[in-house]
T-cell receptor
Framework: EDQVTQSPEALRLQEGESSSLNCSYT??????LFWYRQDPGKGPEFLFT???AGEEKEKERLKATLTKKESFLHITAPKPEDSATYLC????????????FGIGTKLQVIP | NAGVTQTPKFQVLKTGQSMTLQCAQD?????MSWYRQDPGMGLRLIHY???????DQGEVPNGYNVSRSTTEDFPLRLLSAAPSQTSVYFC??????????????FGSGTRLTVV
């Protein structure tokens, strides 16, 4: 069974204090790993798709990396507007196109 | 473009009532799906569709029905609401094909309470 575990559950950072969020996964055959941002009362917003170990993608202050067992979302010099819950998800090959989501990391950036 | 539009945003039902959650997308996405999000749990797939006239069950389909008569619309029907169906429901869509580069586009959700 595919599994996604995110840590920490919650993270509080001072503005400008860089850190990383972790996503550990087990999947029968990885087709893609997603990162999403979710603001309170809203649906998840797509950030990145990673496909294979060693791949990296960047968007503004966010950089996502992928290994065979984990993905990291690095946040460089965060701002208060980066406060949100960040979700990690994996999609396996085959099956019924099931995407397995983690519970998320709730990030709070304090001015 | 509106993206994925869900209605209603909030709903309170009594146990045993039925209702339909609406989902519409204007991006010509073949794939559409319904998820529920509960505290302490990841998003879980209820039903999905890979095109008009084609639907299938996801991880937690019991108590829900879907149909897909057009590319744009994918309604979710609760047949006889139960308190266990209290949740936030999200509709999501994407292009089918080999690339996942654009991920899934989610609606803003329907918060359902069953009393």
């Amino acid at each position: 069974e595919d599994q996604v575990t995110q840590s920490p559950e919650a993270l509080r950072l001072q503005e400008g204090e860089s850190s990383s969020l972790n996503c550990s996964y087990t999947v029968s055959g990885l087709r893609g790993l997603f990162w999403y941002r979710q603001d309170p009362g809203k649906g998840p917003e797509f950030l990145f798709t990673l496909y294979s170990a060693g791949e990296e993608k960047e968007k503004e202050r966010l950089k996502a990396t992928l290994t065979k067992k984990e993905s990291f979302l690095h946040i460089t010099a965060p701002k208060p507007e980066d406060s949100a819950t960040y979700l990690c998800a994996v999609q396996a090959w085959g099956g019924y196109q099931k995407v397995t989501f983690g519970i998320g990391t709730k990030l709070q950036v304090i001015p | 473009n509106a993206g994925v539009t869900q209605t209603p945003k909030f709903q309170v039902l009594k146990t045993g009532q039925s209702m339909t959650l609406q989902c519409a997308q204007d991006m010509n996405h073949e794939y559409m799906s319904w998820y529920r999000q509960d505290p302490g749990m990841g998003l879980r797939l209820i039903h999905y569709s890979v095109g008009a006239g084609i639907t299938d069950q996801g991880e937690v389909p019991n108590g829900y029905n879907v149909s897909r008569s057009t590319t744009e619309d994918f309604p979710l029907r609760l047949l006889s609401a139960a308190p266990s169906q209290t949740s936030v429901y999200f509709c999501a869509s994407r292009l089918t094909g080999p690339t996942l580069n654009y991920g899934y586009t989610f609606g803003s959700g329907t918060r359902l309470t069953v009393v």
